[in-house]
């Protein structure tokens, strides 16, 4: 595992989140979003961002295209534990790597079309495996829509498999808001419990990042940084 971008991610604080300064959960055009990846980046650039990631789901092809010293390499992978549906974002990965390469999309509706990606056979433990033989750290996408009766025995099961965080910082927008199970505030409690790191982003589908903060509560903050 590259500590490098371990230690990185873990000093990322509440505050980096609320203020617009670090969001690690982008979509754009390589998987379901509507933004184009080199525009998104250069806003970011330009609103002073410290470090932003484009989690598109199932593919790093997006990274290859757009190299800028304040992104992060990442995905955010869709699978299975067990009976539950899983978004496992994955950061500070190598690209390249060979054992991360089965997991990837081998077509474009395998990145953008729900119906198409529930369907994913990936195997949870493998996946995170291969997470950290790429150099990168594991971490649970908005863990509270997770259809499970138990998030808390849920994480502890993935903690097992060697899960390095969980999204706290995360606003719940959209349909995530009507498909919520969990409290959302819960949740940081649950990363304080099995010493997870912490991480946090929109999960922004569009083309502008200046609408989009997280706060901790769970909801989006009014920009104050005009773009």
Known sequence: MDSEFKELISSFTK????????????????????????????????????YIAFCDHNTVEGYRSCRSSIVIPAAEFDVWCGCVFLHLLAYGIDVNSEELKPFFAKTKRETEADWVRIFAKRDIKKLINAIHT??????????????TLSLDRLVKKLV????????????????????????????????????????????LHGKKLHNHRVSQAGTTLPANKPL
């Open 160 to 203: 097992s498999y060697g899960l390095d965080g969980i999204e706290v910082y995360y606003p719940y927008r959209r349909h995530r808001g009507i498909i919520k199970f969990h409290y959302a505030g819960s949740v940081e409690k649950i990363a304080d419990k099995y010493n997870l790191i912490k991480t946090g982003g929109t999960d």
């Open 134 to 147: 790429a150099g990168g750290i594991a971490v649970l996408a908005h863990p509270a829509c997770c259809w």
């Open 15 to 50: 505050e980096d989140y609320e203020n617009g300064l670090v969001d690690l959960h982008i979509h754009t055009t390589f998987s379901d979003g509507t933004g184009d990846i080199r525009e998104l980046a250069a806003q970011a650039e330009a609103m002073g961002y410290k």
